[in-house]
């Protein structure tokens, strides 16, 4: 695809697709804090937010559901309580976009309400509502590809085709929010590395990301994942540059917005990327 007339409209801000963007992931899973996540740290959350939009975040993915594998159900209740302080917060202080990582469609309306700018969902709109409640609010959506449920995606995942079988998936869910009332270009979509994929789906995926970036622009989450351990075949090492790596492979197949832990890295990879590519 042509990407340099894109941008999606997020609320008041633009964000322009022509050159990659990094979406920095701020965690506010009790799991994220040393505490335990008793009190959440929102000084914590917004020290973060904040080193990671110097580092050069575009976008930053505020997400209260854990959706690692085998990770529990979180009440609707609960994830509010954890993002929205965080959305407002960092809205009052900061001149970003947010970005929702929720599949809910109560925390789709509060969040936006609150000032969310992006809904990030990685079950593709398909709970109860999510669908009807993200055309209401006007907002971009990414879609993203999953086999099963987080708790019990990695047992098992098979597929006969994936590259196509994933793509299918995805042009069949952006179909029915175009039919919903989203407009085309406010569509983003995502493979979901790691989503019910073993490390071979994973990296055919990444290998044909290109033939996915021709329908519309994507979105990859690489950052940090289990297939890097299994590639450099050691569960404890640092997977920091593995990930800037696979994320630089990715945007040069085309892919729009990479989501990552490491900002600071990934825009320095970034930047060498533009370099050569602006020449
Ligand atoms: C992804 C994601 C996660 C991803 C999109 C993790 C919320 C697991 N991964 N959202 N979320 N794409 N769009 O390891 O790959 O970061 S959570």
Known sequence: MESSQNALQCGDKTLDLSRPKIMGILNVTPDSFSDG???????????????????????????????????????????????????????????????????????????AGAGARLINDVRALREPDALETAVE??????????????????????????????TQFLMDRRQVCIDAGIPASQIVIDPGFG??????????????LETLCDNAPVLIGLSRKRMFANILNNDSVSRVVASVTAALLCVQRGASI???????????????????DEL
Do not use: W
């Open 37 to 111: 996540g008793r009190f959440l740290g929102l000084d914590k959350a917004l020290e973060h937010a904040e080193s990671m939009l110097a580092a050069g975040a575009d976008i930053l993915d505020v997400g209260g559901e854990s959706t690692r594998p085998g990770a529990a159900d979180v009440s609707v209740q609960q994830e509010l309580d954890r993002i929205l302080p965080v959305i407002e917060a960092i809205n009052t202080r900061f001149d970003t976009i947010i970005s929702l990582d929720t599949s809910k469609s109560a925390v789709i309306r509060e969040g």
């Open 258 to 276: 990479v989501r990552v832990h490491d900002v600071e890295e990934t825009a320095h990879a970034l930047a060498v990327y533009r370099a050569v």
């Open 137 to 166: 609010t006007g907002l971009p959506v990414c879609l993203m590809h999953m086999q099963g449920q987080p708790r019990s995606m990695q047992q098992a995942p098979e597929y006969s085709d994936v590259l196509a079988e994933v």
């Open 195 to 208: 989503f019910g994929k073993n490390l071979e789906h994973n990296l055919t995926l990444l290998q044909g």
